[in-house]
């Protein structure tokens, strides 16, 4: 199964250490906490990993991460425009299939991330 519909986020990582701190999971998993920080970040005490991941380049190059995660034009046309909008300079996106967050929210952070909406990602 793939995701077809996603909610994206332009994302700040000082590193890809930062990355993986900030999506690691606590197991196991705890009954009175969020399993991660981005999970406290959006609201949600559990999220099923397997439709959450972030695509990080160190140097920014935008292209390269959508050319990662097979963003079809429209999506990939969006995230570029946001990404132009942007007040800070995005390393990494990240995506999360439509049903995981019901109230997709930024996160002013460290690390910053900036919701752009729900866009479709590899869909047939």
């Known amino acids: 199964m793939e995701m077809e519909r996603c909610h994206l986020w332009l994302a700040r990582f000082a590193d890809r250490t930062e990355v993986d701190d900030y999506f690691e999971e606590i197991v196991p998993y705890p009954d009175d906490r969020?399993?991660?920080?981005?999970?406290?970040?959006?609201?949600?005490?559990?999220?099923?990993?397997?439709?959450?991941f972030a695509e990080f380049h160190a140097g920014g190059n935008l292209g390269a991460i959508l050319d990662a995660i097979r963003a079809p034009a429209?999506?990939?046309?969006?995230?570029?425009?946001?990404?132009?909008?942007?007040?800070?300079?995005?390393?990494?996106?990240?995506?999360?299939?439509?049903?995981?967050?019901p109230e997709p929210v930024s996160v002013v952070g460290p690390p910053r991330l900036e919701y752009i909406g729900c866009h479709p990602l590899w869909g047939k």
């Open 74 to 101: 429209g999506t990939r046309d969006a995230v570029l425009a946001a990404a132009a909008g942007a007040d800070f300079e995005c390393n990494a996106v990240v995506v999360a299939d439509e049903g995981e967050f």
């Open 34 to 52: 969020p399993i991660s920080l981005f999970a406290a970040d959006q609201g949600k005490r559990f999220y099923d990993h397997d439709w959450v």
